[in-house]
């Protein structure tokens, strides 16, 4: 059974930094790029980054790029999404999501359950 | 900033056939296959369709994806009161180098 659990959410204040975890279970860890997606309180799904199976690239949303980084350990089985200069429109419940690929697609199929970041003063 | 953009709401009556627009460009649905998420409130998105038109295991075949060109289509037929939730299409971005969203569509069952 794919399971993918985050942790590591919470009430920051602006300009601060958090870090959050993924940890996965059930595949192969090292096979898969990941991903982390947001979606603030009301609104639709944002994309923010990405990371490639073994860590060699990394490709992030323009409105995070700078400020945040993602990163892997695939001996921990474990992806991370580090954040500093955090601002109020960064709160957001942020997902992590694996992705597949295959002849003829490409796809984010399996999500974790989500953390709730709140960038308040 | 959604890249993708879909009606806010589409509505129909139990049993009856709705229809969800996603429009793209050519450096996303021009190019990539279309995926498709239903979300219910609180939860996480749910993949519903991908490569198009492909159903993951479990996934009723009352959902059928389509796409032409730069744009896509979701459509659900015999329409379920546990079908009113929330629909995203995605798709990869070449120019962008991202997977993008698009704006999301509430479905409303009268």
């Known amino acids: 059974q794919v399971l993918l659990v985050e942790s590591g959410g919470g009430v920051v204040q602006p300009g601060r930094s958090l870090k959050l975890s993924c940890v996965v279970s059930?595949?192969?860890?090292?096979?898969?790029?990941m991903h982390w997606v947001r979606q603030a309180p009301g609104k639709g799904l944002e994309w923010v980054a990405d990371?490639?199976?073994?860590?060699?690239?990394?490709y992030y949303a323009d409105s995070v790029k700078d400020r945040f980084t993602i990163s892997r350990d695939n001996s921990k089985n474990t992806l991370y999404l580090h954040m500093n200069g955090l601002r109020a429109e960064d709160t957001a419940v942020y997902f992590c999501?694996?992705?597949?690929w295959g002849s003829g697609y490409k796809v984010l199929d399996y999500w974790g359950q989500g953390t709730l970041v709140t960038v308040s003063s | 900033q959604s890249v993708l953009t879909q009606p806010p709401s589409a509505s129909g009556t139990p049993g009856q056939r709705v229809t969800i627009s996603c429009s793209g460009s050519?450096?996303?649905?021009?190019?990539?296959?279309v995926n498709w998420y239903q979300q219910l409130p609180g939860t996480a998105p749910k993949l519903l369709i991908y490569?198009?038109?492909q159903r993951p295991s479990g996934v009723p075949d009352r959902f059928f994806g389509s796409k032409s060109g730069t744009s896509a289509s979701l459509a659900i037929s015999g329409l379920q009161s546990e079908d009113e939730v929330d629909y995203y299409c995605?798709?990869?971005?070449?120019?962008?180098?991202?997977?993008?969203f698009g704006t999301g569509t509430k479905v409303t069952v009268l």
């Open positions: 999501a694996r992705d597949v």
């Open positions: 059930g595949f192969t860890f090292s096979v898969n790029g």
């Open positions: 990371i490639w199976h073994d860590g060699s690239k990394e």
């Open positions: 995605a798709a990869w971005d070449d120019s962008l180098n991202a997977y993008v």
């Open positions: 490569g198009n038109n």
């Open positions: 050519s450096s996303n649905i021009g190019t990539n296959s």
